[in-house]
């Protein structure tokens, strides 16, 4: 049994933490975009060029950090056995 709560454990880490990378990556990136809203359009597209790979990391890191550790708690509450 516990090596089935290993790997659930795990599998739930992993899955929470990759999706939390997504959407904190792309929340980022909707964030960030903000600021450049107000420049003409050529300075725009750049200012966006500039400003998404920070805004991704940032948030990705964020994210996979966040849902990784929410996804262990979360799998370890499913996983747990009740004492008798």
């Given at each position: 049994m516990t090596k089935n709560?290993?790997?659930i454990c795990?599998?739930?880490a992993l899955l929470s933490g990759f999706s939390g990378a997504y959407i904190a990556g792309q929340m980022a990136i909707?964030?960030?975009s903000?600021?450049?809203q107000n420049q003409p359009w050529g300075l725009k597209e750049m200012c966006n060029a500039l400003?998404?790979?920070g805004a991704v990391w940032q948030g990705s890191t964020t994210g996979l950090w966040t849902g990784t550790v929410l996804g262990a708690f979360v799998g370890g509450?499913?996983?747990r056995q009740s004492r008798q």
């Amino acid at each position: 049994m516990t090596k089935n709560r290993t790997l659930i454990c795990t599998f739930l880490a992993l899955l929470s933490g990759f999706s939390g990378a997504y959407i904190a990556g792309q929340m980022a990136i909707s964030l960030h975009s903000q600021k450049c809203q107000n420049q003409p359009w050529g300075l725009k597209e750049m200012c966006n060029a500039l400003v998404t790979p920070g805004a991704v990391w940032q948030g990705s890191t964020t994210g996979l950090w966040t849902g990784t550790v929410l996804g262990a708690f979360v799998g370890g509450l499913v996983t747990r056995q009740s004492r008798q």
